[in-house]
């Protein structure tokens, strides 16, 4: 998404929101500006093709659920040049593929000191192309405060959004910023961040996600167990197995040892039989000699 269509209204809703000194890097304010010193250009890169102000949206979440908690990101500011950048606004602008929508539903805040414990809420504007447009630095009422970054240096700018309850579901946004130089009744566009994509749900869909990965675990957890005791149950089959072949064995010995011994027996009869005979034949012969003695 390009910022075309709403740039000239967000540069509008940059100057007649902000107004007052700059805040500093850290959060300490700034001096306060002449007339002459509110109109000079301060951030100004050698490159004038390029924005000095390198901008860059990370850290947020996929998703958010309607009526939700705040989840935060971060706005980095990075400034390219060896000038010292002040009066320095970046203005988130939303765009809901829906065009649904509302200002009041998106729930933006930013922390003006370094430490992050300070927050102060944004007040979105609605465009004629259904766009929400909404300054850091501007409290909608006359006061605020912008930006200094000085040369070379990065300002990591802390937010945190939530949409109320009421915001339509599920709705695809897609969330940028345009940097804005306040300079008098005037302001000059120096920066533009990446896309910032995510979803506005009603958390039914992270519910089913979880109970589906939940399940996908369950079933992974569950065929590891399976197969384990598949292995456990094939190592006792086969340990039984063993143990049986063993005893089979003892029992094909046991038959074969028999048989041996009975064909053994068999051999030996007939010569057993002649050596009985033999003694009867020498005990008759003996009895005789003794009668005829």
Known sequence: MRLCTCLTLAL???????????????????????????????CVGADSSAFPIRTRIHGGPATYVAGGGFHTWALELTNTTSRTCGNIHPVVVLVDGARTLKRTQPQLEFYEDAKGTTSRPVTFERTESDELVGVLGGDGDGGGTGFTVPPGRTLTVKVRLSLTSDAAVPNDVVAN?????????????????????????????????????????????????????????????????????????????????????????????????????????????????????
């Open 177 to 293: 910023a345009a940097v804005v130089e306040r300079r008098g009744d005037d302001s000059e566009w120096v920066g533009e961040s990446n896309d910032y994509r995510f979803r506005i749900t009603d958390g039914e869909e992270e519910e089913e996600e979880a109970g589906e990965e939940e399940e996908e675990a369950a079933k992974d957890s569950g065929g590891a167990a399976d197969g384990d005791r598949d292995r456990d149950a094939d190592g006792d089959r086969d340990a039984d197995g063993d143990a049986d072949g063993d005893r089979e064995a003892v029992r094909d010995r046991q038959p074969y040892a028999d048989e041996l011994a009975a064909s053994g027996m068999r051999e030996a009869l007939p010569y057993v039989t002649g050596l009985l005979f033999l003694s009867a034949g020498g005990l008759l012969i003996a009895a005789v000699r003794r009668r005829s003695g």
């Open 12 to 42: 509008a809703t940059a100057a007649a929101l902000v107004s007052g000194p700059a805040a500093a890097l850290g959060g300490t304010p700034g001096p306060p500006l002449t007339a002459a010193d509110d109109r000079r250009p301060t």
